[in-house]
Each structure stands twice: as structure tokens, then as C-alpha cells.
């Protein structure tokens, strides 16, 4: 089993961990501070050995590192090192997404269909229709506000029986999460907006900067699209 270092700590940017099995041009470690692909947010970047890492992926309880070079054997030890500045951009993006539900949830009642995301840019789909008059302008706003309101942004870890029973956190659909699952990670903008999760984000709203709505789309019906770029505050 890989232990996660990044769900504890996302501003880890350096670890030493050793190498439990390999393949051609990968490797899996005990421990990593490398984010894998998945719930919208792609992996992170950096290197493992010295040797750059061009794709992580979580396969089962191992983490797979695909590197550039040959991999170390099994038993070495490696010293990873993550790309801090894609790291950031994409923890200031993933954070500026929990507030926009945040705030389309407290508005209009209105759950996340889907979205995905890079660093500084990202969309995300609600279940609008139609969208409201001069919806764009209004969230970029209210958004921008809650942003620059400095909210603390709490990470905690719950028992799954105790998660759900969250009426906050119905709307996350904890429930799909395999009964495997044991605890529950919950990412809190306190005052805002909680949702079980599994990303990494800042600290506070105000390390994010601003956003900008740079389109809105319909993708059928019932189903709105709003894409964002993260700018600097």
C-alpha cells in the first residue's frame, strides 16, 4: 500500500520513500507526495531519483510513478521532489472550484454535475436551466468576494458512518464511495461550503487570487457549463 502524503499535507514538496515494486518505466513507492489523476484534478510533476515524472496514476492501494529513464529497483531508496509551482497553481484552482459550488449551492440550491481542471483553469457543470440573467458577472462577484474573504480551509478526516449522516455533505455523494471506504476525507471552507474529497488545496480563500468566468455553456438540458481562469489577486 502507498501511503498518501499529500492527503495530510499538500504542501509537501519533497519526500524520501522507498521503491515496493516496478514495471517497464515505472515504479510504485511506499509513500508519495505525488498527486495521481482523478476527481477532475490531474497528476502532479516533478522527480523521483532525479529522474523527471511524467505520469502518476493510482492502480488498487499502489501509486505508480511513470518516469523518463530506467526506474531504481525494488528495496532502493529515492528522494522525490514535486513541481511546487504546478503543484500551487493547481491547489488555488481546485480551491477556487469548492467555493463556485459554494456559492451556487448557497445561492440557487444547485448540485455539480461534473468538471475537470489545470492548473489555473477549469470548468465545472450545474444543473441549471436555463442559466439565470447576467449569471456570468454575478458569480464572478460573489465568487471573488468569498475569495478575498481570507476563509479558513479545514481538512479533516471522519468516520464514514459519522459523514453520513452530514446533511452538508449529501450533495458531494458520499454514498458513492465503496463501503470499503472506511473514512471519510472532508475538505471544509468553513463557513462556506464542505464536501468529502480528495484533492489539494490551500490553506485560506485568499491564497487562490481571483477568478474570471470566461465562458458559460449549455450542454443540454438541465446540464450549464461554466468555465474559470484562477488570476492572481
Avoid at 38 to 58: E, I, N
Avoid at 195 to 224: F, W
Wanted: glycine residues 12%.
Amino acid at each position: 500500500m502507498t501511503e498518501l502524503l499529500y492527503l495530510r499535507d499538500a504542501y509537501l514538496r519533497s519526500f524520501t520513500a522507498r521503491v515496493v515494486d516496478r514495471r517497464d518505466g515505472a515504479l510504485a513507492l511506499d509513500r508519495t507526495a505525488f498527486y495521481p489523476t482523478g476527481g477532475g484534478q490531474p497528476h502532479d510533476t516533478g522527480t523521483l531519483g532525479g529522474r523527471p515524472v511524467l505520469d502518476v496514476r493510482k492502480e488498487g492501494d499502489l501509486v505508480w510513478h511513470e518516469l523518463d529513464g530506467d526506474a531504481p529497483g525494488v528495496e532502493e531508496e529515492v528522494v522525490g521532489q514535486v513541481d511546487w509551482q504546478r503543484r500551487h497553481a493547481l491547489m488555488r484552482t481546485h480551491t477556487a472550484l469548492h467555493v463556485l459550488c459554494g456559492v451556487i449551492w448557497n445561492e440557487w440550491g444547485t448540485a455539480v454535475t461534473g468538471g475537470n481542471m489545470e492548473p489555473l483553469a477549469a470548468r465545472m457543470d450545474f444543473e441549471f436551466d436555463p442559466l439565470p440573467g447576467g449569471f456570468g458577472a454575478t458569480v464572478e462577484a460573489r465568487v471573488n468576494d468569498e475569495l478575498a474573504a481570507g476563509r479558513e480551509i479545514r481538512v479533516a478526516f471522519l468516520p464514514r458512518d459519522t459523514a453520513l449522516e452530514d446533511a452538508d455533505l449529501i450533495r458531494t455523494k458520499v454514498s458513492l464511495i465503496p463501503d470499503s471506504v472506511k473514512e471519510i476525507r472532508v475538505v471544509d471552507i468553513v463557513g462556506l461550503d464542505k464536501q468529502a474529497d480528495g484533492g489539494t488545496h490551500v490553506r485560506t480563500t485568499d491564497e487562490v487570487g481571483r477568478i474570471k468566468v470566461v465562458k458559460t455553456e449549455s450542454k443540454g438540458k438541465g446540464n450549464k457549463r461554466i468555465r474559470i481562469e484562477v488570476l492572481d489577486g
